[in-house]
């Protein structure tokens, strides 16, 4: 089971969803140093260093929400509720 789990609906075609998760995607990777790939409607994603080293997830784009799974290390566990309050955050204004 993941360490945090968010999902929101969203009225975005699917298209226009999956390239905000893209969009969000590729602002942890310059933020956080997440390498991150496409697998079908799905992003995975895991940081093999930098600050959130050890983190890895996915980001599910459906027809009317998106879902997100990060699995935290446990030396980034402490820190759940800050990085779950900043996915929330970008997912609200992802729109």
Known sequence: M???EISRPHTLSKDDARQKAEEL????????????????DTIEFHAPSGMAK?????VIVREKEVR???????MLR???GVV?????????RLG
């Open 54 to 58: 050890g983190a890895k997830g996915q």
């Open 68 to 74: 997100v799974e990060v699995d935290l290390p446990l």
């Open 25 to 40: 995607a590729k602002g942890m990777a310059e933020k956080l140093g997440i390498e991150w790939k496409w697998a079908g």
């Open 2 to 4: 993941a360490t945090i």
């Open 84 to 92: 779950e309050g900043k996915i929330k955050e970008r997912l609200d």
């Open 78 to 80: 402490p820190m759940k």
